[in-house]
């Protein structure tokens, strides 16, 4: 099991008084997830919470998938692929994962 | 919103493909001649994409003895097993399949699809976990749409991948299921799979191993990676085809689990189709037949994988990681692809191109798949022949262009 010590290691050292539990920060996920998506980003727009993922972007549906098997990793959670194809955008994403972190 | 305006993207991308004169997906085999050899565009081809591992579509003892089932017991079944009951043969075929693998009970479907789809999105129910590598078999990823059950994708030959998957689960209840392959059909690579069984026992998962591609091929006995590792006991669920080595269409899943004849009432893609035609049994049954008593067909195979492989890496060309009767070159992009496929069929050979999104990674590959009975000299003509395409498209380095450029 992982102690609160490695986790927050894990984090990087954010300032966040959740990283003494499973919790993540929203802010840290969604920086995590975009760093992914960036490859896939099209013209000015940023991508944002509110992005989805699927049509807002190059990225197609296998690659979403990779980039799901690297958040499980970072985070230690597992998605199952049927609540993937129900996540649209970014905060979809994000929430999946702290929610999977909090039950664990 | 048409029916087909969701596949805009798909359809702007065959017409793509289909600008380069030929359409790889729909093309015209105008008279197969041998399993090496047939008529396409008129002109006389060499097949390296057919899958065809030991060459057996034309043994003259696998096809008498479909000759003679259609002979004596017609040309179709006209249903399926449940309705219109097995032939003696469809038994005799299940129980020689279970031996060859020294396993009690085997099940025959109609094709591999239908296998692995029926099998397991039914084994795994509602509240079991399937975990499944991630460049799985359409066959395999249409099973996990089916399924009841949560399924979760591992990193592609990585068993700590899994292992972190499976230890996430923690102790919810349910069964696990692990979904692997001997060797992948896209680059020929094969599964770790001593080390997939060891983290599969640590966790009590359940394994099911497809050797589509390598029953035949791999093991002193042609039974696939699960022989080479020596873990035929410790897989819980052998799949496999024979379409591939056994030159015919089916598929079968063996098993020791004493209830495993349940699932021939409970899987729908064995009870809702027709049942294999006497004649493909009887191919079959004689082609497993010709693989034990002619070890020297998977000599000659690998051989023949080591001329083309060897050949192409010494070239520079970049292949999949590893010898296997499916051997896989990059090509740096779609269309570079269909190019080099193209112009290959020109100088009469026959490759596959796989593309995304069917591909892992999103690669660009020329599929090669190896025949026992292909010649040395054939394959070195290949290689001659993809050694020049190669640098035409700029994928190997112009050795007189760069001759010109040193001096």
Redesign the interface.
């Known amino acids: 099991m992982r102690t609160a010590h490695e986790l927050t290691v894990e984090n990087d050292g954010i300032a966040d008084t959740l990283t003494l539990t499973r919790g993540v920060s929203r802010a840290e996920v969604i920086r995590e997830i975009c760093v992914h998506l960036e490859p896939y980003q099209t013209g000015e727009k940023p991508i944002a919470g509110d992005t989805v993922i699927a049509k807002d972007l190059t990225i197609?549906?296998?690659?979403i998938?990779?980039m799901v098997?690297e958040l499980?990793?970072r985070f230690?959670?597992?998605?199952?692929?049927?609540v993937v194809a129900e996540i649209h955008t970014v905060d979809q994403l994000a929430d999946t994962i702290r929610d999977l972190r909090a039950q664990? | 919103m048409g029916l087909f305006d969701r596949h805009a993207g798909l359809l702007d991308a065959y017409r793509d493909v289909r600008t380069t004169g030929y359409d790889p997906f729909q093309i015209r085999m105008e008279r197969v001649l041998s399993p090496t050899k047939a008529i396409i565009n008129g002109r006389e081809t060499l097949l390296v994409g057919t899958n065809n591992y030991f060459g057996l579509t034309f043994d003259r003892s696998c096809m008498d003895a479909a000759i003679e089932a259609i002979e004596a017991e017609g040309t179709g079944t006209t249903g399926s097993r449940i309705a219109n009951g097995s032939y003696t043969e469809h038994v005799a075929l299940e129980r020689e399949i279970a031996e060859f693998y020294g396993k009690k009970h085997c099940m025959v479907f109609t094709t591999g699809y239908q296998a692995n789809l029926g099998v397991i999105s039914t084994l795994a129910g509602p509240d079991d976990f399937l975990l499944i590598d991630a460049d799985s078999h359409a066959s395999i990823y249409d099973a996990c749409k089916m399924t009841q059950a949560e399924v979760v994708r591992f990193k592609h030959n990585d068993p700590s991948s899994l292992e972190a998957r499976l230890r996430r689960l923690g102790d919810k209840p349910g069964n696990r299921v692990v979904v692997l392959e001997g060797i992948y059909s896209m680059l020929g690579d094969r599964a770790p799979l001593g080390d997939f069984v060891n983290v599969c026992k640590k966790y009590g998962a359940y394994v099911l191993i497809d050797e589509a591609h390598s029953l035949g091929a791999l093991g002193d006995h042609g039974r696939g990676l699960c022989e080479v590792a020596g873990v035929i006991d410790d897989c819980h669920f052998i799949v496999g085809t024979f379409s591939k080595t056994l030159g015919a269409i089916g598929g079968y899943c063996v098993s020791d689990d004493p209830d495993f004849d349940i699932l021939r009432v409970t899987v729908r893609a064995y009870m809702f189709t027709a049942s294999l035609p006497p004649s493909i049994v009887a191919s079959v049954r004689q082609a497993l037949r010709v693989v034990k008593a002619r070890p020297e067909l998977r000599t000659q195979l690998w051989d023949n994988v080591a001329t083309l492989y060897d050949g192409l890496k010494a070239q520079g060309f970049t292949l999949g990681p590893e010898h296997g009767p499916v051997v896989g070159v990059h090509l740096p992009d779609r269309m570079t692809a269909i190019g080099f496929w193209r112009a290959m069929l020109d100088a009469g050979i026959y490759v596959n191109v796989a593309v995304p999104p069917a591909t892992p990674n999103g690669v660009s590959l020329l599929r090669c798949s190896l025949c026992a009975v292909h010649t040395k000299e054939q394959l070195d003509h290949m290689v001659e022949v993809m050694t020049g395409i190669g640098r035409q498209f700029g994928v190997l380095p112009d050795k007189q262009l760069r001759a010109a450029g040193a001096r």
């Open positions: 197609d549906s296998l690659a998938m990779d098997m499980e990793d230690d959670v597992s998605i199952p692929m049927s664990s």
